[in-house]
Nanobody
Framework: QVHLVESGGGLVQAGGSLRLSCAAS????????MGWFRQAPGKEREFVAG????????DYAESVKGRFTTSKDSPNNRAYLQMNSLKPEDTATYYC?????????????????????WGQGTQVTVSS
């Protein structure tokens, strides 16, 4: 497993931007598939974005496509989620998660249960 700490959340007006960071410590961040999830009060945790272990494959939830971009900086043990054109419905606690690649392919994981390391979360609030 790897220890993850998110940062970069905050309060922003609709249309604004935030960049979330996920700092990792521990073993083998380079071979970790990374995911970003969010959870709003009273709702289930949902997939937002994922990036393969080499960083060459990404995917996004339909609700954030074209607005959010994820990246991975393995030498510096960090992953990022750039969020642009934020909407009030993006308000949630955002989590990064990590899972060791199974087969060194460019596959992603889409479900919370697929991951075995989680950060503590960072709050994002978008005002209208």
């Amino acid at each position: 497993q790897v220890h993850l700490v998110e940062s970069g959340g905050g309060l922003v007006q609709a249309g604004g931007s935030l960049r979330l960071s996920c700092a990792a410590s521990g073993r083998s961040f380079r071979t970790k598939v990374m995911g970003w999830f969010r959870q709003a009060p009273g709702k289930e945790r949902e997939f937002v974005a994922g990036i393969s272990w080499r960083g060459t494959n990404t995917d996004y939830a339909e609700s954030v496509k074209g607005r959010f971009t994820t990246s991975k900086d393995s030498p510096n043990n960090r992953a990022y989620l750039q969020m642009n054109s934020l909407k009030p419905e993006d308000t949630a606690t955002y989590y990064c998660a990590a899972k060791e690649t199974r087969d060194y392919s460019e596959g992603l994981f889409y479900y919370p249960g697929d991951y075995d390391s989680w950060g503590q979360g960072t709050q994002v609030t978008v005002s209208s």
